[in-house]
């Protein structure tokens, strides 16, 4: 693509560029100064709760062993 035409593949990688920030900026949700469990509420998952439960097993088994 830069051998057929250089300025045709800057303003391809430009666009691109672009986009990527348009979605990022305002698409993507903050997740600055958010703990793991609300990431959860922010993204619609269960993983932290279900790592919570986890580590509450760990912490039993190394208790009673």
């Given amino acids: 693509m830069i051998d057929a035409s250089p ?3 800057f303003i391809v990688f430009s ?4 986009l990527a920030y348009l979605w990022a900026t305002f ?3 903050e997740t600055a100064n ?3 469990e609300e990431m959860d ?6 993983a932290g ?3 919570t439960i986890l580590k ?10």
Avoid at 56 to 65: C, E, F, G, K
């Fill in 34 to 36: 958010v703990s793991l």
């Fill in 41 to 46: 509420a922010v993204f619609h998952s269960s």
């Fill in 15 to 18: 666009v691109a560029c672009l």
């Fill in 7 to 9: 300025p045709t593949t």
């Fill in 27 to 29: 698409l993507l949700p």
């Fill in 49 to 51: 709760y279900d790592d």
């Fill in 56 to 65: 509450h097993q760990v912490r039993l088994q190394v208790l009673i062993s």
